[in-house]
Structure formats: structure tokens, C-alpha cells
């Protein structure tokens, strides 16, 4: 072993960080962050020129501000940091050196390189193509090449994660099966490069078209192998918030899974089937076969639902029976009104949970059925559902587990605990209410990125209805206090690493230590009634399950009135 090799042990967590992983996490970490901030100074454009009363942007500087938002939200914030929980979960979590440093510190840099690079094509203007950049619409080659970039420097970051669980194996620094943490890790590192690929086999020709060097891409080829690209994008977030919210359960309530093998035959379904959810984005083109889509939007897609209904009454079951193993067991519902809701980083993630479920869960399935996706197509639904989605379950989650991490890797108190108690309320109800507003709106058929809702001065004017705009001025104020929500968050995050107090660094060795045997699962028995282990948690999911029901009816009641049969 190298003698450079330096592992700190975290005196409050008890964590053990290798120095180059730690330094590796940092650097990914904050520099998601930055794009977080540079993604929510554009939102504010976005949402105040969707707001009616307002629209505040000229068409032009929209369509350049909403490109950039996009591709700043969606790709360069979250997979940043995912690439932070990568390190984490494989270097920290099974406590072993990094494999390659250097190699990981040159994947870094093409992320940064590729970033900063397709945000220059985009400031420069004539690239204004959204994060779709369908053809034959193109934009600068920068903005190709830079995805590129991004794209090789976050496979070789996976291939790191990979090999880091190799020297992990060979050293013996774990007994058994690796944690289930670092299992769902493993997932959304499968399933990266099975997106990223996709995104490198469309967005290399696109670039050379782009550059004149062939002649034409085509069009319906592009849209399907992007969506490979853009859609799976989602899917590595999902098995990457997942994760954290088994981490989090595991750190606040020492809650272990109800079942560990379910836990992970869920992963291995994400594997075999989330991907196929991508097909939903293509559901109107007339490329596709009805059976292909059929089969993909629904059968298939199934399995990829019954896994993530499984995470959903696993992790808050999982907190239930800890909670009553410590004798909250009056009531249904006693152990998650005795949860410690002023802890941002418990909050955050439940906050996640029901939103993700209830609000991306039920309409990703609605959008996903073939029939009742054609309500909704191309309207503001679309982003209605992917905020539920990337923001309450992906983005609240990460920031969840940035407020254990600020003392625990960047070894800073956090600063204003009050204001960072309330943050992820604001912040997550908030984009509650957003996603559902916009979500109505699109259900009226509001277009999902025209610049002006009242066309204008046009010939063939819409007369909309009042609801529509009362709606779209919901959706900005709710916008502008999750704008706000995400601000508190980045000051916080930003602040305690400039001014929170420095904390003990802990104990530094050039050794390892293995990780110590895991404690028995929890008993599961006689908590509740008639049996059950969490009958809270069995409760909350039966109303979702009534929810979901209700929802798909009143779609399908919906779609019936569209057409009238004589």
C-alpha cells in the first residue's frame, strides 16, 4: 500500500474516508452545487416568463435561458454529485483505498471541462435547442462536443467505482455481500453506462453533423436513442436517491431493511427494466409499432412500478419497526409523529418519499399508459411530472444527505440550524404545489415550453380559459418560493463551508479498518396489529394505492370524453 494513502476516521459518524476518495467527493460535490446555484439563477427567468402577468423574458433570451436551466439541472448538478455518492458508497462504505486517483481525478476533469464548455456554446447564443436538441435543429458543435466530454468523463468515473469494488473485494474489507447502500450504487452505476453509451452513440454523429462532416441524422433514429440517453439519465437518479434514503434511514433511526433480499431483487429490477420507460417519451411517433409500445409502457414497465412500490413500503416500513422496536407503538402512526422532524436530513428525505410516490409515481405510470398519454403529451404536464421526479425525489434527497455530510466529510458545523430546519419544507411543499399546478394546467393542454401562453399577436389566437392562467400564475409563485427554498439551501451549504466552525478531523491511519460484522436484522414481529411489522407504513400505502386507482380512472374517464361514439 501506498504510504500516501491516509484514512481518517470521523469521530461523530464513525465513517472512514480514504484521502484521495474524500478529496475526490469534495471537489464533485461542490462543484455540483455551483451548477445547482447557476441552474436556479435561470429558473428564475424560466418561471417568470411562464407566470402570465409577468412573462418577463423576450422568446430569444427564453429558449437560451431554458436550454441552459435544463441542461444545468438535469445532467451537470446531479450527476456531479452522484458521482460524490458514487466515491462514497464504494470507497467509504466498504472503507478501501479509491482505485485509480489519478484516473478519477482526470474523469473529473473532462466533467468540468465538458460543462463549463457546452455552457459557453450555449451563453454564445445559436444553441438554444432545449436538452433535447432534436434534429434536424442544431446548435454550436461546443454544445455537442462538451456533452461528449461530460459524458466520457462520467463513464470513467463508473469504471472507477467499479474498480474501487474490486480492490474492496481483494483486500477483504468487508465480509459477505456488500451493504445494501452500496448495492443500489451499484445499480445506478449499471445503469450509467448503459446511458451514457446510449448518449454517445447519438451525440457523436449529431456533432459531426453539426461540423458538416456528414449529411443527416435521422430524426426518428435520434429521438429514440436519445430518449436511451435522456430518460435512463432519470433512472440513475432514482436507483442513486433510493439508496440515500436506505442510507438515511439506516443513519437517523438505525433502522435495517424489513427484508434485504427483496430490497435487492427491487434493484436488479430497476436493472432489468427501468430503461424501458424511456418509450413513453415516444408514444405520438409514428416510428414505433403499437406492440412496442404497448409492450414497453406496460407489461415491461410493470416490473420497473413493483420495484419502486417495494422501496416505497420497505424504507418508511423499515423506520417504523425501528421506531417501535423503541417503543412508539401507540397507534398507527405514533413512531412518525415521534420521527425527529426538526432534523433536515430525516425531513428532507420523507418529504422525498411521499412526493416522489405520490406525485412522480402515479403520474409517470398515467404518462406511461399509451391511450392516456396522448392527454398530456408535449403539455406543461411533462415537466409537472420529471419536477416531482428530479427535484422532490432526486434534488431534495441530495440535499438531505449534504446536511449530514457538511460536518461528517467537509468537517464544518453547520451554520443557522434553525433556518436549515425549515429549509426542506420550503423548499419540498413548495415544489408540491408547483408539480400539481402544472400538472392541471397540462391536463387543459397549456403547451409545455412555448414562450407565450396568450400567442399574441397571432392570426389563429387561443381563447383559453380562466383557470388556465389563474393555474400559470400558481405555477410561478410556487416557483419563486422553491427558488427560494433551493437559495437557503445553497446559502447554507455554501456558508458553513466558508464560515461554520472547522470540527476535530478525527484519527488518521495509513491502515484500514475492516468493517465490523453487521448486527442481526430486527425482529419483526408483534408490532401492530394482526401481525403486521409496520402497520403505519402498510396503512400509508394502501391510501396511495386507493390514490393511484382513483387517478387512472378519472384519466381514463377523461379520455372518453375527448371523442363521443354513435
Same mark, same amino acid.
Given at each position: 500500500?501506498?504510504?500516501?494513502t491516509?484514512?481518517?476516521?470521523c469521530?461523530?459518524?464513525?465513517?472512514?474516508?480514504?484521502?484521495?476518495?474524500?478529496?475526490?467527493?469534495?471537489?464533485?460535490?461542490?462543484?455540483?452545487?455551483?451548477?445547482?446555484?447557476?441552474?436556479?439563477?435561470?429558473?428564475?427567468?424560466?418561471?417568470?416568463?411562464?407566470?402570465?402577468?409577468?412573462?418577463?423574458?423576450?422568446?430569444?433570451?427564453?429558449?437560451?435561458?431554458?436550454t441552459?436551466?435544463?441542461?444545468?439541472?438535469?445532467?451537470?448538478?446531479?450527476?456531479?454529485?452522484?458521482?460524490?455518492?458514487?466515491?462514497?458508497?464504494?470507497?467509504?462504505?466498504?472503507?478501501?483505498?479509491?482505485?485509480?486517483?489519478?484516473?478519477?481525478?482526470l474523469?473529473?476533469?473532462?466533467?468540468?471541462?465538458?460543462?463549463?464548455?457546452?455552457?459557453?456554446?450555449?451563453?454564445?447564443?445559436?444553441?438554444?435547442?432545449?436538452?433535447?436538441?432534436?434534429?434536424?435543429m442544431?446548435?454550436a458543435?461546443?454544445?455537442?462536443?462538451?456533452?461528449?466530454?461530460?459524458?466520457?468523463?462520467?463513464?470513467i468515473?463508473?469504471?472507477?467505482?467499479?474498480?474501487?469494488?474490486?480492490?474492496?473485494?481483494?483486500?477483504?474489507?468487508?465480509?459477505g455481500?456488500?451493504?445494501?447502500?452500496?448495492?443500489?450504487?451499484?445499480?445506478?452505476?449499471?445503469?450509467?453506462?448503459?446511458?451514457?453509451?446510449?448518449?454517445?452513440?447519438?451525440?457523436?454523429?449529431?456533432w459531426?453533423?453539426?461540423?458538416?462532416?456528414?449529411?443527416?441524422?435521422?430524426?426518428?433514429?435520434?429521438?429514440?436513442?436519445?430518449?436511451?440517453?435522456g430518460?435512463?439519465?432519470?433512472?440513475i437518479?432514482?436507483?442513486?436517491?433510493i439508496?440515500?434514503?436506505?442510507?438515511?434511514?439506516?443513519?437517523?433511526f438505525?433502522?435495517?431493511?424489513?427484508?434485504?433480499?427483496?430490497?435487492?431483487?427491487?434493484?436488479?429490477?430497476?436493472?432489468?427494466?427501468?430503461?424501458?420507460?424511456?418509450?413513453?417519451?415516444?408514444?405520438?411517433?409514428? $416510428?414505433?409499432?403499437?406492440?412496442?409500445?404497448?409492450?414497453?409502457?406496460?407489461?415491461?414497465?410493470?416490473?420497473?412500478?413493483?420495484a419502486?412500490?417495494i422501496?416505497?413500503?420497505?424504507?418508511?416500513?423499515?423506520?417504523?419497526?425501528?421506531q417501535?422496536?423503541?417503543?412508539?407503538?401507540?397507534?398507527?402512526?405514533?413512531?412518525?409523529?415521534?420521527?425527529?422532524?426538526?432534523?433536515?436530513?430525516?425531513?428532507?428525505?420523507?418529504?422525498?418519499?411521499?412526493?416522489?410516490?405520490?406525485?412522480?409515481?402515479?403520474?409517470?405510470?398515467?404518462?406511461?399508459?399509451?391511450?392516456?398519454?396522448?392527454?398530456?403529451?408535449?403539455?406543461?404536464?411533462v415537466?409537472?411530472?420529471?419536477?416531482?421526479?428530479?427535484?422532490i425525489?432526486?434534488?431534495?434527497?441530495?440535499?438531505?444527505l449534504?446536511?449530514?455530510?457538511?460536518?461528517?466529510?467537509?468537517?464544518?458545523?453547520?451554520?443557522?440550524?434553525?433556518?436549515?430546519?425549515?429549509?426542506?419544507?420550503?423548499?419540498?411543499?413548495?415544489?408540491y404545489?408547483?408539480?400539481?399546478?402544472?400538472?392541471?394546467?397540462?391536463?387543459?393542454?397549456?403547451?409545455?415550453?412555448?414562450?407565450?401562453?396568450?400567442?399574441?399577436g397571432?392570426?389563429l389566437?387561443?381563447?383559453w380559459?380562466?383557470?388556465?392562467?389563474?393555474?400559470?400564475?400558481?405555477?410561478?409563485?410556487?416557483?419563486?418560493?422553491?427558488?427560494? $427554498?433551493?437559495?437557503?439551501?445553497i446559502?447554507i451549504?455554501?456558508?458553513?463551508l466558508?464560515?461554520?466552525?472547522?470540527?476535530?478531523?478525527?484519527a488518521?491511519?495509513?491502515?484500514?479498518?475492516?468493517?465490523?460484522?453487521?448486527?442481526?436484522?430486527?425482529?419483526?414481529?408483534?408490532?401492530g396489529?394482526?401481525?403486521?411489522?409496520?402497520?403505519?407504513?402498510?396503512?400509508?400505502?394502501?391510501?396511495?394505492?386507493?390514490?393511484?386507482?382513483?387517478y387512472?380512472?378519472?384519466?381514463?374517464?377523461y379520455?372518453?370524453?375527448?371523442w363521443g361514439?354513435?
Amino acid at each position: 500500500m501506498s504510504k500516501a494513502t491516509i484514512y481518517r476516521t470521523c469521530p461523530r459518524s464513525g465513517l472512514q474516508f480514504e484521502s484521495q476518495a474524500e478529496k475526490l467527493m469534495i471537489a464533485n460535490a461542490v462543484t455540483a452545487v455551483v451548477f445547482l446555484l447557476l441552474g436556479g439563477v435561470l429558473a428564475i427567468g424560466v418561471v417568470l416568463t411562464r407566470w402570465p402577468a409577468v412573462h418577463w423574458l423576450a422568446s430569444d433570451t427564453f429558449y437560451q435561458v431554458l436550454t441552459a436551466h435544463g441542461i444545468d439541472m438535469l445532467i451537470f448538478w446531479i450527476i456531479f454529485f452522484e458521482m460524490a455518492v458514487l466515491y462514497f458508497c464504494s470507497s467509504t462504505l466498504l472503507r478501501c483505498r479509491i482505485a485509480t486517483p489519478r484516473v478519477a481525478w482526470l474523469a473529473f476533469a473532462l466533467m468540468l471541462i465538458g460543462a463549463v464548455t457546452n455552457n459557453v456554446a450555449v451563453y454564445q447564443g445559436a444553441s438554444s435547442v432545449m436538452m433535447t436538441s432534436y434534429v434536424p435543429m442544431l446548435a454550436a458543435p461546443a454544445f455537442y462536443l462538451g456533452l461528449i466530454l461530460f459524458a466520457v468523463g462520467a463513464l470513467i468515473g463508473c469504471f472507477v467505482f467499479f474498480g474501487t469494488l474490486v480492490i474492496a473485494k481483494q483486500d477483504k474489507t468487508y465480509e459477505g455481500s456488500v451493504p445494501l447502500v452500496t448495492f443500489g450504487a451499484i445499480t445506478a452505476a449499471i445503469i450509467a453506462v448503459f446511458t451514457i453509451a446510449s448518449g454517445a452513440i447519438i451525440l457523436v454523429p449529431t456533432w459531426l453533423l453539426s461540423m458538416g462532416v456528414i449529411d443527416k441524422v435521422d430524426p426518428l433514429m435520434y429521438r429514440t436513442i436519445w430518449w436511451a440517453f435522456g430518460h435512463s439519465s432519470q433512472q440513475i437518479n432514482v436507483a442513486a436517491h433510493i439508496s440515500i434514503w436506505y442510507l438515511v434511514a439506516a443513519v437517523v433511526f438505525g433502522a435495517k431493511p424489513m427484508s434485504e433480499r427483496v430490497s435487492r431483487g427491487a434493484f436488479l429490477l430497476y436493472i432489468l427494466f427501468l430503461q424501458l420507460a424511456s418509450a413513453h417519451h415516444l408514444l405520438s411517433d409514428p $416510428g414505433m409499432s403499437t406492440g412496442w409500445k404497448v409492450m414497453n409502457t406496460s407489461y415491461f414497465m410493470y416490473f420497473a412500478v413493483l420495484a419502486s412500490m417495494i422501496h416505497g413500503l420497505t424504507i418508511p416500513g423499515a423506520m417504523e419497526v425501528a421506531q417501535r422496536k423503541k417503543g412508539y407503538t401507540r397507534g398507527l402512526f405514533e413512531w412518525l409523529r415521534r420521527a425527529p422532524w426538526s432534523n433536515p436530513t430525516f425531513s428532507g428525505v420523507f418529504i422525498s418519499i411521499i412526493g416522489f410516490g405520490f406525485l412522480g409515481g402515479i403520474s409517470g405510470v398515467m404518462m406511461g399508459t399509451e391511450q392516456l398519454n396522448m392527454i398530456i403529451h408535449n403539455t406543461i404536464y411533462v415537466p409537472g411530472h420529471f419536477h416531482a421526479t428530479v427535484v422532490i425525489g432526486t434534488t431534495l434527497s441530495f440535499m438531505a444527505l449534504t446536511y449530514y455530510l457538511i460536518p461528517v466529510l467537509f468537517r464544518r458545523e453547520m451554520i443557522n440550524p434553525g433556518l436549515a430546519k425549515w429549509q426542506p419544507y420550503l423548499f419540498g411543499f413548495s415544489m408540491y404545489f408547483f408539480c400539481l399546478v402544472m400538472m392541471g394546467a397540462g391536463t387543459l393542454g397549456v403547451p409545455r415550453r412555448h414562450w407565450d401562453l396568450s400567442f399574441s399577436g397571432m392570426a389563429l389566437a387561443y381563447p383559453w380559459p380562466g383557470a388556465v392562467y389563474l393555474l400559470m400564475g400558481l405555477v410561478g409563485i410556487a416557483g419563486v418560493c422553491a427558488i427560494v $427554498g433551493g437559495a437557503i439551501y445553497i446559502y447554507i451549504t455554501v456558508g458553513s463551508l466558508l464560515w461554520g466552525k472547522r470540527l476535530e478531523t478525527g484519527a488518521q491511519s495509513e491502515h484500514f479498518t475492516p468493517i465490523p460484522p453487521t448486527a442481526p436484522t430486527l425482529e419483526a414481529h408483534g408490532y401492530g396489529s394482526l401481525g403486521f411489522a409496520a402497520p403505519g407504513t402498510f396503512t400509508l400505502a394502501m391510501i396511495f394505492l386507493v390514490s393511484f386507482v382513483l387517478y387512472y380512472f378519472v384519466n381514463w374517464k377523461y379520455l372518453s370524453t375527448l371523442w363521443g361514439l354513435s
